[in-house]
Nanobody
């Protein structure tokens, strides 16, 4: 079975940085596209970043230039490096591959 587990969330000040991790079992990340989504209270879940099986990346306009998605094939793990964080980045962040979702990790950015 496929399991995705996010970690690395927490409380940070505006302007700070945080790196989220998504560790997978039952699926090979190097062969699959991976995405990070987020959902804030009262908002729809939105796509934040995407990396294809070939390594091509794409970002939402709201995070472009601040967030970076990457993967470590040896560890079967994907990352979301978040820099210059803003209060509006506050949300629960989820990783996803095909129809599989993780449980999410909460990020809170204080002003």
């Amino acid at each position: 079975q496929v399991t995705l587990v996010e970690s690395g969330g927490g409380l940070v000040q505006a302007g700070g940085s945080l790196r989220l991790s998504c560790a997978a079992s039952g699926i090979i990340f190097s062969s699959n596209p991976i995405a990070w989504h987020r959902q804030a209270p009262g908002n729809q879940r939105e796509l934040v970043a995407f990396i294809s099986s070939g390594g091509t990346t794409s970002y939402a306009d709201s995070v472009k230039g601040r967030f970076t998605i990457s993967r470590d094939n040896a560890k079967n793990t994907v990352y979301l490096q978040m820099n210059s964080l803003k209060p509006e980045d506050t949300a629960v962040y989820y990783c996803k591959s095909f129809q599989y979702w993780g449980q999410g990790t909460r990020v809170t950015v204080s002003s």
